[in-house]
T-cell receptor, first 115, second 110 residues
Framework: NAGVTQTPKFRVLKTGQSMTLLCAQD?????MYWYRQDPGMGLRLIHY???????AKGEVPDGYNVSRLKKQNFLLGLESAAPSQTSVYFC??????????????FGEGSRLTVL | KQEVTQIPAALSVPEGENLVLNCSFT??????LQWFRQDPGKGLTSLLL?????REQTSGRLNASLDKSSGRSTLYIAASQPGDSATYLC?????????FGKGTRLSVIA
């Protein structure tokens, strides 16, 4: 059981480039989340999804887009990367049939550097 | 808006000591509270999940308590070991997605 898998694990971009982070979970979870973690700022929610075909904005959504075309996958896109988006990105999915009542499982993280 | 605070930000203890990590939250209308462990360069691993109707949860040397009315949770670690060194985060779930504290960085010295 792989759990939550993120790809790529490391990436270096130049300002203005675009990229997509992929999150895949094999636990049949409905809810999936993208967080970013920065020193001194803790974990902040970027976007989340409550099911296939749905997305919603979190605390810091600007500069990011997401898609949930398949239940098991949640993609995070950066259309025009900026140095302020240098961070470690974590994907998570949650058990349970009611939002925010289950146990949260995290991927290993994707470290992104924007030069 | 829910705010979660963890004090202290860092803690260093000698091996074998029992210790308590604190988590406080501003809105008591929560569904659950979850404690995580994060090792350097790694993702978060769930330690304990306490539903709003529960007072505590135990797993091995770990015991987490929840007092909704006072907006507090504690994580008790018994007989600490160097392998317990990590950052411990709490997160609360309510009407909005989980809100995280900034964590307590624990160092257990052999």
């Amino acid at each position: 059981n792989a759990g939550v898998t993120q790809t790529p694990k490391f990436r270096v971009l130049k300002t203005g480039q675009s990229m997509t982070l992929l999150c895949a979970q094999d636990m049949n979870h409905e809810y999936m989340y993208w967080y970013r973690q920065d020193p001194g700022m803790g974990l902040r929610l970027i976007h989340y999804s409550v099911g296939e075909g749905t997305t919603a904005k979190g605390e810091v959504p600007d500069g990011y887009n997401v898609s949930r075309l398949k239940k098991q996958n949640f993609l995070l896109g950066l259309e025009s990367a900026a140095p302020s988006q240098t961070s470690v990105y974590f994907c998570a999915s949650i058990t349970g049939s009611v939002v925010n009542t289950g146990e949260l499982f995290f991927g290993e993280g994707s470290r992104l550097t924007v030069l | 808006k829910q705010e979660v605070t963890q004090i202290p930000a860092a803690l260093s203890v000698p091996e074998g000591e029992n210790l308590v990590l604190n988590c406080s939250f501003t809105d008591s209308a929560i569904y659950n509270l979850q404690w995580f462990r994060q090792d350097p360069g790694k993702g978060l691993t769930s330690l304990l999940l306490i539903q709003s109707s529960q007072r505590e949860q135990t797993s091995g040397r770990l015991n987490a308590s929840l007092d909704k009315s006072s907006g507090r949770s504690t994580l008790y670690i018994a007989a600490s070991q160097p392998g317990d060194s990590a950052t411990y985060l709490c997160a609360v779930g309510g009407n909005t997605p989980l809100v995280f504290g900034k964590g307590t960085r624990l160092s257990v010295i052999a």
